[in-house]
């Protein structure tokens, strides 16, 4: 049974920092890709940040600079960052493995996790 959890979401003023992280199990970790995506109120799912099984990284626009995915293959864990938080950045943060990519759009990905509430306040 595959699990992908997330954590460390939660509340935070603007200009703050969190770390999620996701704990897999249930699949050869090292072997997928991963990814993080985002749903705000109303709005369509957002491509976050991806990282590859050899640890390559990509970054939406929006999170460039600002955002960093990593991943540590010993405890089958992937990280996203989160620094110099804004109040766009407000969404539910869901975690993603491809046993081939992360895609942008989502529509292809193996495994999902059940989410977890990031809310910067102004």
């Known amino acids: 049974q595959v699990q992908l959890v997330e954590s460390g979401g939660g509340l935070v003023q603007a200009g703050g920092s969190l770390r999620l992280s996701c704990a897999a199990s249930?699949?050869?970790?090292?072997?997928?890709?991963m990814g993080w995506y985002r749903q705000a109120p109303g709005k369509q799912r957002e491509w976050v940040a991806s990282i590859t099984s050899g640890g390559s990284t990509n970054y939406a626009d929006s999170v460039k600079g600002r955002f960093s995915i990593s991943r540590d293959n010993a405890k089958n864990t992937v990280y996203l960052q989160m620094t110099s938080l804004k109040p766009e950045d407000t969404a539910v943060y869901y975690c993603?493995?491809?046993?081939?990519?992360?895609?942008?759009?989502?529509?292809?990905?193996?495994?999902w996790g059940q989410g977890t509430q990031v809310t910067v306040s102004s």
């Open positions: 993603a493995a491809d046993r081939s990519s992360i895609s942008r759009t989502g529509w292809d990905i193996d495994y």
């Open positions: 249930g699949i050869i970790f090292r072997a997928n890709a």
